[in-house]
């Protein structure tokens, strides 16, 4: 056995969202957002499973912070509802909803722990849906005043704010495939949803340095680690569609100020991108304090010839509709097991190899894992308790993989585990697993799985035996 050992300074926190686990979707004056309405169309989640009741936080979160705080953790990741503090997304807020997030970070920093709050993890309020949702400019406008609310409500108690979590999923999920809120498959519209979250980041960003100016400011992505089956051209190509797609259509204008040119000339046929306004892109690109990456698994793909057999194995889901915008020509390929739950593959070396890419890429810009960890199909055993096993060698090798990066120069600050509790896995409903907590859904109980014990050691010590 060896061990690496992690520095004081180093944060270890979870994470959650606030559709996932809040429950209560009805009380304190909380308004709709596109997951209420996404989840309650028939056929849309697994079983019909909605977040009305969730892991019941809303109601339960002393006891969850308690949690926390006994788990070891430096900070926790949470995420803001919309509709609860802005129902309709304009105008008014709803005090009862400032004030529930108030308690919360009070709570946390009671209990000494870093509150980490993220902006926007995908409930868009079901009004400004109506209106045109992310493909609509206004959006990001409307986004700009709700960042001002929640921004002087809780001002630099929070730690660090994070304007979006993946917004990948927010415009190609939710526009382009459809197997997310809202449920739309227009791939032009999935690209003006991508500059318009985009342009929401940057807007945000700015309002974070104006009225919380000791706070830092992040923004959370899924950037994906995409591999060519060959070293063919053609291969080599689909490669850099995909990360175009993928990855540069946010890191470049949030990064370097622009979007890629390969990327507006690969969709050329879908969009001209004159959505894009001049200054937008400057305005996106709001230094960061830090870059959050959500890493689970890897990505396979080869350029499809037109007519053999295709895969389109790229683990987001079934749909007619891919989520790839203007890149049919690409085929994703199965990849070698083992598997989670979620049918995606475990890869280690890529979050080194992800991790790497960026140091290159960006050179002195801090990172955080603001979320891994992985779904399986847990058991509570006679003895109640639950041996996750997979689990805790899944969050070990990862976070081996994390400490091989840092070893080599990537400036990785923090790790979030996802997640602090069995949640609603969006589309997946109540049937994916990710918590280090496990919960009853019949009665609310919460049981530490054996990954819990295993990461509050790690915490509590910086200490990674392996
Ligand atoms: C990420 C989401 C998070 C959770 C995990 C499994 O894409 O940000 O809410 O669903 O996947």
Known sequence: MTTRNFPESFVWGSATAAYQIEGAAAEDGRGRSI???YSHTPGRTVNGDTGDVAADHYHRWPQDLDHIAELGLGAYRFSISWPRVQPGGSGRFNAAGLDFYSRLVDGLLERGVRPVATMYHWDLPQELE???GWPARETALRF???ASGIVTALGDRVHTW???NEPWCSAYLGYASGVHAPGRTEPAAALAAVHHLNLAHGLAGRVVRELAPSAELSVTLNLHVV???SDSAADADAVRRIDALANRAFLGPMLDGEYPADLLADTAPVTDWSFVRSGDEKLIAVPLDVLGVNYYASTLVRAWDGHSARSDADGHGASAHSPWVGADDVDFLPQPGPHTAMGWNIDPPALTELLLRLRLDYPGQPLMITENGAA???VVSAD???HDDRRIDYLRRHIGAMADARARGADVRGYFVWSLLDNFEWGYGYDRRFGIIRVDYDTQERTWKDSAHWYRHLAT???LDE
């Open 144 to 146: 700009e005043e709700y």
């Open 376 to 378: 399986f199909d847990d």
């Open 461 to 463: 010590t910086g200490r």
């Open 35 to 37: 997951w209420d309405t």
């Open 227 to 229: 591999r060519g089956a």
């Open 130 to 132: 109506d209106a045109g």
């Open 162 to 164: 994070t304007t979006l």
């Open 384 to 386: 109640g308790r639950i």
